[in-house]
């Protein structure tokens, strides 16, 4: 009798032990195709950093915030009305976030190049050529290749919302080129412009920097030391099954490919 209560035992609870999950909740914004909430697996690499807990039995559920609250819920640890944030994605490293936050390993890596017009190219190969030239970048992005070139007065970054304020004024030329890393440029290029302006742009073959963006965790969250631990373990077991690569392979076929394209149009980025 004992022993048939021990099997009954097992029965009941064996499939809620096999399957419970610990749950981590990240911040999330729209950087199209790394991150959206309009794209398939909500981006690259929000499916990246998914399948890396995935693996090691840790569940994702994401909120999506303009920058600033994204990168201020994850500082803090918690949302508006309490709720807990333990984190946030896609970040560059600055040594002074490292006072708030822990750093996974290197989620993507992508080069920083110049997107600007055919009719108005720019050939430069280090910073002093672009001397006196006007650029554009968005309020929230960090350029600290590019900031050694304000800081020395050579050229200006005039910011603004977002791409569609920033490709608008370039097209107005008032401004010379947009910094971006290449895959966001050209996926905005290929789904936020027309035909005709698709045709007008081109990119630098320079590369400004190369350009490493990682998962944050806040350091006010108990636990989120031993998550960060988890994470890179499973980001690098899908390094090593090949899902990592299969994703930006089916990024380039079109796999993470806006299902509205019309919504992800008025995003502001």
Known sequence: MKLISQILFFITFLP?????????????????????????????????????????????????????RSFLYAQQGAGASNEVWNGSL??????????????????????????????????????DDLKGKVLGGTAHTAYPRLQEGVDKGLFTINRGAGYDSLFKRLFANRIDAIPNVRRVGEFYIRTGLSPRQQGQMTSSPTEIEERTYYL????????????????????????????????????????????????????KQ
Do not use: M
């Open 216 to 267: 944050i965790l806040s350091k006010k969250v108990a636990g989120n030391k031993q998550l960060i631990t988890r994470f890179n373990r499973g980001l690098k077991i899908i390094k090593e099954n090949g899902f990592y690569a299969r994703a930006f392979k089916d990024l380039d076929a079109g796999k993470y490919d806006p299902v509205n394209l019309h919504r992800l149009k008025n995003i």
């Open 90 to 127: 896609l970040w560059i490293y600055l040594p002074e976030r490292t006072e708030d936050f822990l750093y996974s390993d290197p989620v993507v890596v992508d080069s920083q190049v110049l997107f600007f017009l055919k009719s108005a190219p720019l050939d430069f190969s280090v910073l």
């Open 16 to 68: 809620s032990i096999c399957f419970s999950q610990d749950v981590i909740r990240l911040t999330n914004g729209e950087w199209a195709p790394y991150l959206s909430e309009h794209l398939p697996h909500n981006g690259v690499a929000s499916h990246i950093v998914s399948e890396a807990f995935a693996v090691v039995g840790v569940k994702v559920e994401y909120g999506f915030f303009p920058w600033k």
